[in-house]
């Protein structure tokens, strides 16, 4: 597994093996960043829930930071001179995730791309991080939500109460993965439908929050 593209492409991503963590495929992550929109790609304020390896927010985060000629050396110094660019453009990621060993598993990969100063890590459930956040006053432009269970309503549950709480920018852009087989998502206000594809087992949902 690894960073496809950006200022990190081609570092390598720590996996983390657990019948309830199913990290999103290369293939599958590739293809969601060719779908969003271009100025979903340059996203500052980022969420990734429900997080896993962190894979998904890593990938935007890279997309989002200036690219680097000398990407194949992997030296002490360009990663300090990529830290401090990276904290200079006011990006933020917030990954949640449960999981303790799987966010160390983030913390790790957060790590290997000097994303320190650009993420945050809240090893909490999805229901009870969504409102430590909302007392932060921060709003964000991409969020993904791959939540690992067949049942929905954790997914449709993580939806509602990002309207409520008021944590999405206007225009936000939702990246929502489910089982391709099974029922749908239901509707939710202020949330619109753009587009659906299937890869496999996965169906990638794209919503805009208008």
Not at 24 to 30: A, F, G, I, Q, W
Request: net charge positive; proline share 5%; aromatic share 6%.
């Amino acid at each position: 597994m690894r960073v496809i593209s950006g200022s990190c492409r081609g570092r390598k991503l720590s996996p983390f093996n657990h019948d309830q963590i199913r990290p999103t495929s290369d293939k599958v992550r590739e293809a969601i960043f060719s779908i969003l929109p271009h100025t979903k790609k340059k996203a500052k304020k980022i969420l990734d829930l429900f997080a896993g390896t962190g894979a998904l927010g890593i990938e935007a985060l890279s997309r989002a930071t200036p690219d680097y000629k000398d990407r194949e050396l992997d030296l002490e110094p360009r990663h300090e001179e990529q830290a401090k660019q990276n904290k200079q453009e006011n990006l933020l990621c917030v990954f949640i995730e449960e999981s303790k060993k799987a966010a160390d598993i983030i913390r790790k990969n957060i790590q290997t791309c000097s994303f320190e100063e650009n993420s945050w890590i809240i090893t909490k459930t999805v229901e009870k991080a969504l409102p430590v956040l909302s007392t932060k006053k921060v709003q964000f432009e991409l969020v993904f939500i791959d939540a690992p269970y067949k049942d929905l309503a954790p997914t449709t549950c993580a939806m509602e109460d990002l309207i409520r709480l008021n944590l999405l920018a206007k225009g936000a852009t939702l990246v929502v993965e489910i089982p391709s087989k099974g029922e749908a998502l239901p509707s939710i206000e202020g949330l619109l439908l753009e587009k659906e594809k299937k890869y496999g087992d996965t169906k990638v949902c794209f919503f805009r929050f208008d």
